[in-house]
């Protein structure tokens, strides 16, 4: 079965300082995609970026750029100057659910400190 | 923000009684999902749809059941609600089944 693990539960960082917090998955497709979802407290799931397997690159979105090593199967997130606001849970999940679900992790609670 | 809705936002129930949570999007998306989220798992497939009265099974299926007449709704049904089914339930919806999933509000749902 696929599998997305986070090994962090919690982490905290100070505002404006950078934190980066880690995603492994497993999965024996040679194409797909990975995404982490914030969650507030408000538990909306809000897309914070998204990383398609066979583009080299890693993708940024403003402050928040992943670290993708395919051969690892290692998909991190970096938030750089973090803000009060991205203070919640953030979850790594992949395509690589046979329905076409997503799969996740069990998530990472960060918290930002003034 | 995609167009997704969910109702009721919260819900409390008695053991054994029926419960019915909808899902209404605008978005004219194909793909339809319902999670459940509990503490210590992320959140997990209930039951997915991948078209008007096209629907399967996911991880966590047993006790539910579903019901998609119309592209905008997906309904969820417990049938005879249980204490182990208290949880927080998300749709999401996607233009495919290899794109983004967009999320609805959620619901959370306590099972006395």
């Known amino acids: 079965a696929q599998t997305v693990t986070q090994s962090q539960p919690e982490m905290s960082v100070q505002e404006a300082e950078t934190v980066t917090l880690s995603c492994t998955y497993d999965t024996s497709e040679s194409n797909y995609y990975l995404f982490w979802y914030k969650q507030p407290p408000s538990r909306q799931m809000i897309l914070v970026i998204r990383?398609?397997?066979?583009?080299?690159q890693n993708a940024t979105e403003n402050r928040f750029s992943v670290n993708f090593q395919k051969a690892a199967k290692s998909f991190s997130l970096k938030i750089s100057d973090s803000q009060l606001g991205d203070t919640a849970m953030y979850f790594c999940a992949s395509d690589g659910g046979s329905q076409g679900n997503l799969i996740f992790g069990k998530g990472t609670k960060l918290s930002v400190k003034p | 923000d995609a167009g997704i809705t969910q109702s009721p936002r919260h819900k409390v129930t008695e053991t054994g009684t029926p419960v019915t949570l909808r899902c209404h999007q605008t978005?004219?998306?194909?793909?339809m999902y319902w999670y459940r989220q509990d503490p210590g798992h992320g959140l997990r497939l209930i039951h997915y749809?991948?078209?008007?009265?096209?629907?399967d099974k996911g991880e966590v299926s047993d006790g539910y059941s579903v019901s998609r007449s119309k592209t905008e709704d997906f309904l969820l049904t417990l049938e005879s609600a249980t204490s182990s089914q208290t949880s927080v339930y998300f749709c999401a919806i996607s233009e495919s089944d290899a794109n983004e999933q967009f999320f609805g509000p959620g619901t959370r749902l306590t099972v006395l």
């Open positions: 990383q398609e397997a066979y583009k080299q």
């Open positions: 749809s991948y078209g008007v009265k096209d629907t």
């Open positions: 978005e004219n998306h194909r793909y």
